[in-house]
């Protein structure tokens, strides 16, 4: 290859793991892309992929100390992959933040990003401001609220898995996210937040709204949905492509 032309660097984005939550597969669905990580250059972890609320452990210690061994041990498993970590709103809880910032700078390869990080003309971010038509301070004081989140127990826990059982999530998921009013919201929220983003984007990546979709087009972008890791629902990781003389922007 001659000096100083691009490279493509492979690239795997997943979402809503919500790792810890007794609904939640996401261990299982991580473990079955593993062999995928040796192929692979760039994994973006794009938020939700603990869940502090529903979380099994005794409490947000706990459920951080597990939270930073995972992610740890990812490191080693996909020792060749730089990993980049976007918070959503599940795991964004102010204790966490301080320890991720610890973990970048033991770690090389490991990286966090509050909302966003851009490759090239590929941005990823949670999806948390699909959630209604919000700028960037809507969406600030929509996160502070969860970052000081407290864990869930007892009545509220099993009232969530019954309501997991019979569907009733997934249908207030579909019915609160249809597709052409998410990509709505989204593009509302980037028209407020990124004034330069139609000319430089033309891929984004998000999960939350726990409803998968793949390179649907609209208004010149082409949009993808990584769907979630919770028991009955789908999930879809996506992969895609960079140079390795893109440009990387976050938030």
């Not at 087009?217 to 949009?223: L, S």
């Amino acid at each position: 290859m001659p000096t100083g032309s691009a490279k493509a660097l492979r690239g795997l984005v997943v979402s809503d793991l919500h790792l810890f939550a007794r609904r939640s597969d996401g261990l299982e669905r991580m473990n079955a892309l593993r062999p995928r990580l040796r192929e692979t250059d760039l994994l973006v972890l794009n938020g939700d992929i603990f869940d502090f609320r529903w979380s099994t452990r005794t409490d947000h210690s706990e459920s951080i100390r597990d939270a930073l061994q995972w992610l740890r041990d990812l490191l080693v498993s996909a020792d060749s992959c730089q990993i980049h970590y976007v918070l959503g709103n599940h795991d964004c809880l102010v204790e966490f933040i301080p320890e991720l910032e610890q973990l970048a700078h033991e770690s090389p390869n490991f990286h966090w990003h509050e909302y966003t990080v851009q490759f090239g003309d590929a941005l990823f971010l949670h999806g948390d401001c699909t959630h209604r038509r919000m700028d960037f301070s809507a969406l600030k004081k929509y996160r502070d609220q969860w970052s000081r989140d407290e864990q869930r127990h007892g009545p509220a826990t099993v009232a969530y898995q019954m309501a997991d059982r019979l569907g009733m999530t997934q249908m207030v998921h579909h019915l609160h996210f249809p597709r052409k009013r998410t990509l709505r919201r989204l593009i509302h929220h980037l028209d407020h937040t990124m004034e330069d983003w139609r000319e430089t984007i033309r891929h984004c990546y998000f999960g939350h709204t726990h409803e998968p979709f793949s390179d649907v087009a609209h208004e010149g972008i082409r949009f993808h949905n990584t769907g979630c890791a919770i028991r009955g629902m789908r999930f879809g990781p996506s992969t895609f492509q960079v140079s390795t003389q893109h440009h990387e922007r976050s938030a």
